[in-house]
């Protein structure tokens, strides 16, 4: 499965947000890219999971 997932630093709040139109829900932010990896490797599928069951 591929899936895209756009990072981007935020200058102004000082955090990096990941967000995609591949997983529905997925909007997470942290202050380090490597905090933010290791969130998007739980949250990611958790909400595909939660997204299948509601179909």
């Given amino acids: 499965m591929e899936l895209l997932i756009k990072m981007i630093w935020d200058p102004d709040a000082q955090v990096w947000i990941a967000e995609s139109s591949d997983v529905p829900g997925l909007v997470l932010e942290s202050g380090s890219?490597?905090?933010?990896?290791?969130?998007?490797?739980y949250?990611?599928?958790?909400?595909?999971?939660?997204?299948?069951g509601c179909a």
């Fill in 33 to 41: 890219f490597d905090a933010l990896i290791e969130r998007l490797r």
């Fill in 43 to 52: 949250a990611v599928p958790e909400l595909l999971a939660f997204n299948a």
